[in-house]
């Protein structure tokens, strides 16, 4: 199962980016429950919104809701060449929707799009140093202002930024051996809800991540 589709059937973003639960020492706990596959409504206001000012942001490109999603995988989010393609759609939507993205080492990239409108982009980086984890986030501060919500445990740190219909995110985790990874995403507030990137469910997911840990570790 490839990098991305293990994302969109996690629990939490902290439970599959830092693999803070099965990694201890060959010991594995319990898989987590998918994501709902119930059909995610997005609305065709949804679809026409359009947020400049928060974006997924990678050396000097950028993806912003509403762009055309044939376009937007170029530049720093162009896919390399040993990078594998990836195009399964993710559980919950119809065959309206198009999900494009790659998968090399240490970095994957994904789009789901309707309409050639990018609704939806996250790019998951694992095994980044702590001083890229800050530096990521101090840029995205200096661009955003300070995080609307934050959600900090032990292990994981998420960032939350709104602006009118669509939703900024940005999950750092940190396993056991000390191995950072962070997932940033921009979408439309249904679909970014839709795959537990909101404040409520980092919340449970990120309590239930370290109870799993916990347990995985004292066993």
Known sequence: MSKIT??????SVSLLSAGLVGCQGGKSASA?????????????IDENARADDIFLLSGNSRIVVGDNSNDALTGA???PDRAV?????????DDTFRFTGWESTGRSVGLI??????????ETRENI?????DQVIT??????????KEVQRPHAHYYFWERGKARFMVCTTVDSRGTVSMTSA???????????????????DSSEAELRLNRTTAS
Not at 129 to 133: L, T, V, Y
């Open 139 to 148: 840029t995205y501060r200096k661009l955003f202002g300070l995080a609307d």
């Open 186 to 204: 921009v979408g439309v507030v249904p679909l970014m809800t839709k795959f537990r990137m909101d404040a409520e469910s980092a919340e449970k």
């Open 85 to 93: 393609t990836a195009t399964r759609v993710p559980p919950g939507l």
């Open 32 to 44: 987590p429950p998918l994501v709902s596959k119930t059909p995610v409504e997005v609305s065709p």
């Open 6 to 11: 293990r994302l969109w059937k996690s629990l």
């Open 129 to 133: 140093s702590q001083d890229q984890r």
């Open 77 to 79: 989010f162009k896919k």
């Open 113 to 122: 799009s309707r309409n050639r409108t990018v609704l939806l982009a996250m």
